[in-house]
């Protein structure tokens, strides 16, 4: 199936402008995190209060979450338990917050009729050593993550500059939809940075297919300057690319609008992400191996 038949657009010769909006992109993200004193972290960073409340009744995580909002508390995960009919409530904070907090959480479940008879099974407080500790835990992922790709892709096109380009453009993708979040102030959890590593995965692989094609191109386009060799391969994979999107693209709408508030932010940072990598893949990676081969030619000229 094919959604475009012959295109002949000339990405590279336009490598630049799309070089500015990614910069301008970056740009926008770094001024937001720093507007906003740093990225809102979660609990799983930053610490708080932890309760499992366990009830009588069959009770709705949604009325759950309703009635906390509507208590006033600021900043709140849940975790259901249901062969429990527990609730796991963990609250963003220091110890400060502890007694004021529970005083909330007993009033507001004690007004509705279907939480109303419950019993708070245990409070604990995660510390900020622990949230630091999760923390270097999330960027070594990420890190060992870009490494691995790094090495994979060189392997495979015996170059480390295919693993190098493809990193940035995943860098490229990550940062902008972290920059996305800082914009709207949305907690950065453990949830968000699997979404990321996902995103990762996702991008990669559009660059690789990509990658796979200029390879064989070179081979058999070899009397070709470079440019042209790498505009053919994007445009010959320019349809798989769309479609693979939009197919993603729809299943991520679904699970925004339908899949709860529990994955809210995480299809967020995948639909949001996915648009940006797939841009990356066709605007930016391929221009990335053009710079770096104009520059080691001229480089070997001297």
Not at 124 to 153: C, D, K, N, R
């Amino acid at each position: 199936m094919r959604m475009l038949n012959k295109t002949n657009f000339d990405f590279i010769s336009k490598r630049h402008t799309f070089f500015g909006i990614s910069a301008a992109m970056i740009v926008i993200s770094i001024v937001s995190i720093l507007l906003h004193g740093g990225l809102n972290l979660g609990i799983d960073f930053k610490g708080g209060l932890m309760q499992e409340v366990r009830f009588t009744a069959p009770f709705q995580i949604e009325e759950v979450r309703k009635i906390l909002s509507e208590s006033g508390i600021p900043s709140f995960e849940l975790q259901s338990f249901p062969k429990k009919n527990s609730v796991l409530i963990r609250v963003k904070g220091d110890k400060d917050i502890a007694e004021s907090v529970t005083a909330k959480i007993r009033e507001g479940l004690a007004k509705s009729e279907t939480t109303k008879d419950f019993t708070i099974e245990r409070t604990e407080f995660v510390g900020p050593t622990v949230g630091a500790h999760l923390s270097t835990q999330a960027i070594w992922a990420i890190l060992l993550s870009f490494m691995g790709i790094i090495v994979y892709v060189a392997f495979r096109f015996k170059s480390a500059i295919w693993g190098i380009s493809g990193v940035v453009a995943l860098i490229h993708d990550v940062f902008i939809t972290l920059g996305l979040f800082s914009l709207l102030d949305k907690e950065i959890t453990l949830t968000i940075v699997a979404a990321f590593l996902t995103l990762a995965g996702y991008s990669i692989n559009d660059t690789i297919v990509i990658y796979d094609r200029i390879r064989e191109n070179i081979s058999l386009l070899r009397k070709d300057p470079l440019d042209k060799v790498l505009n053919v391969s994007v445009n010959q994979t320019l349809s798989r690319t769309i479609i693979t999107s939009l197919t993603v693209e729809m299943v991520l709408l679904t699970l925004y609008f339908f899949g709860g508030e529990v994955i809210h932010d995480f299809s967020l940072a995948l639909l949001f992400g996915c648009i940006i990598g797939t841009y990356s893949t066709v605007f930016v990676a391929s221009p990335i191996v053009y710079e770096w081969t104009l520059y080691r030619n001229k480089k070997n000229k001297k």
